[in-house]
């Protein structure tokens, strides 16, 4: 473990050593505390690095790096929901069983966000008050990374703190800060569109139809097909999913069956992670529309969502992977099985790709929905508009670390935070996972029947695959939007 005080010294450099140690693997563990405005090398001071030509500037290609990294941190969030399973050797199989995660787990999935709120809070509060000229575009930069760290750590999270030595923040109050640090960079400008659509997700996670409504729909009225990504070097800077799902020589992440069209997203160390887009603001606005019972409304809305994600870029390439359960008996790998979603749905087609092969999935969304399905269904069978809600926003957000929180669970902080920090004890709010009553016991998330459609031969026994729960089913009749649905 890492002492603060080595974190601090590595900040304590000129400016141009504090972008590289952002940009190169900051490996600071969670405990430390990435506490850089207490610098302690006597050759370097903040002063110092105001004095330096355009301090700002210099630091932002740093903080790109560092939300990279804390974006790319989704593969955790992903085998943590029901999205992908575990079937190799380099991610803890406990992810797939979230009721018994533990403070001993977590590691850069809680690191990264932290450093990245430390590291823009010292550009904001310690080098742009000492900047004479620092670039409004930079500093609203600056203020959404601030934003977004704070919104990830309340997505992820049950609670954790956001000061040295300082006591748990719940989930609810890190949201909100993220609103405030959002909106004080504000949603005009250079950034204004990415601010707009971080305020759209935020004042949804807070319950707050009128303002995520709000957001939603000027990022649509600017750019009706907005994106926005995180970019990768595949240097100095990989994109972490990519690694996961096609690096290793037992794919390690395997998606849920039903989501196999979808897999993989990512084909390069330097794939970007799309952070926002449209498809999202639509739900949004469908969301909110179903929240007031105007069902006509979000029914188009979720329409709009799914013409506009089929028609998002795809990309061929040549996929070996054998599609392998952990006893590496074969999972369904042929484009001839149908999938459905549990026992009392019917069976689907075009779910499930031929591989290995050459095959061809989407980059930025999909869905496997259906413009003419959605708008059939009759206003006043609400659950199957919710089903259709949440099916869109799982696939549509699928491998951005977005599901869990659909999902409503929340992980602990970093063992190393709990015992390096006087204010937490073992059993304080953010050291248990949190998973909701909803979720079923029997961890059964991402399991099928039958575990293997294949025989010993590889030959198909049975071209039918049925998933043993419909989460999306589950949300919908559970009412989990934060909208009140």
């Known amino acids: 473990?890492?002492?603060?005080?080595?974190?601090?010294?590595?900040?304590?450099?000129?400016v141009r050593g504090i972008a590289l140690a952002a940009v190169t693997a900051m490996a600071a563990v969670g405990c430390s505390f990435l506490d850089p405005t207490d610098v302690d090398n006597p050759a370097t001071t903040e002063d110092d690095l105001a004095e330096a030509k355009n301090p700002t500037a210099s630091l932002i290609p740093g903080l790109r790096a560092m939300f990279a990294r804390t974006v790319s941190r989704a593969y955790f969030a992903e085998v943590i929901s029901d999205n992908y399973s575990i079937h190799g050797t380099g991610i803890n199989k406990t992810y797939d069983t979230p009721r018994e995660i533990t403070e001993e787990l977590l590691g850069s999935m809680y690191d990264f966000p932290q450093e990245l709120r430390s590291l823009a809070a010292f550009v904001l509060n310690e080098i742009v008050p000492l900047d004479e000229n620092p670039e409004a575009a930079d500093v609203q930069e600056a203020?959404?990374?601030?934003?977004?760290?704070?919104?990830?750590?309340?997505?992820?999270?049950?609670?954790?703190?956001?000061?040295?030595?300082?006591?748990?923040?719940?989930?609810?109050?890190?949201?909100?800060?993220?609103?405030?640090?959002l909106e004080a960079a504000g949603t005009s400008g250079t950034f204004g569109l990415e601010v707009r659509a971080a305020l759209a997700r935020a004042y949804r996670l807070a319950g707050d139809v009128?303002?995520?409504?709000?957001?939603?729909?000027?990022?649509?009225?600017?750019?009706?097909?907005?994106?926005?990504?995180?970019?990768?070097?595949?240097?100095?800077?990989?994109?972490?999913?990519?690694?996961?799902?096609?690096?290793?020589?037992?794919?390690?992440?395997?998606?849920?069956?039903?989501?196999?069209?979808?897999?993989?997203?990512y084909t390069s160390r330097e794939a970007?992670?799309?952070?926002?887009?449209?498809e999202e603001m639509h739900l949004i606005l469908a969301e909110a529309d179903f929240s007031r019972d105007a069902f006509a409304a979000g029914r188009q809305h979720l329409v709009d969502a799914i013409r506009l994600a089929v028609t998002r870029p795809t990309e061929a390439f040549d996929d070996d992977d054998q599609r392998l359960n952990l006893d590496l008996s074969e999972r369904p790998h042929d484009a001839i099985i149908d999938i459905r979603a549990d026992a009392s749905s019917t069976f689907r087609s075009g779910l499930v790709l031929t591989r290995p092969g050459t095959i061809t999935t989407p980059t930025v969304a999909s869905t496997s929905l259906d413009p003419?399905?959605?708008?059939a269904i009759p206003f006043n069978e609400t659950e199957s508009l919710l089903h259709a809600f949440f099916l869109a926003r799982q696939e549509m957000l699928f491998l951005e670390g977005r599901r869990m929180v659909d999902l409503g669970i929340k992980v602990p902080m970093t063992l190393e935070e709990i015992e390096a920090n006087p204010s937490i004890n073992a059993g304080d709010l953010g050291t248990v996972v949190f998973v909701p009553s909803y979720?079923?016991?029997?961890?059964?998330?991402?399991?099928?029947?039958?575990?293997?459609?294949?025989?010993?031969?590889g030959a198909l026994t049975t071209t039918q695959v049925t998933m043993m729960v419909d989460m999306n089913r589950v949300l919908a009749q559970n009412k989990v939007s934060p909208f009140g649905l």
């Open 143 to 181: 203020r959404y990374y601030h934003g977004m760290a704070y919104l990830m750590l309340g997505e992820w999270f049950v609670a954790v703190p956001v000061e040295v030595d300082g006591t748990p923040v719940p989930s609810a109050t890190l949201i909100q800060t993220a609103i405030t640090e």
């Open 439 to 457: 979720i079923p016991a029997l961890d059964n998330m991402d399991l099928f029947t039958p575990a293997s459609p294949y025989d010993d031969t």
């Open 272 to 278: 970007p992670v799309y952070v926002s887009k449209a």
């Open 1 to 14: 473990m890492m002492s603060s005080r080595s974190i601090t010294e590595r900040y304590g450099r000129t």
């Open 372 to 375: 003419d399905s959605i708008l």
């Open 210 to 265: 009128g303002n995520a409504e709000t957001h939603a729909s000027a990022v649509l009225a600017a750019d009706a097909n907005f994106l926005q990504a995180r970019d990768f070097d595949g240097a100095t800077i990989t994109n972490t999913l990519y690694e996961f799902l096609f690096l290793r020589a037992l794919k390690e992440m395997q998606p849920l069956p039903r989501l196999d069209f979808l897999d993989l997203k």
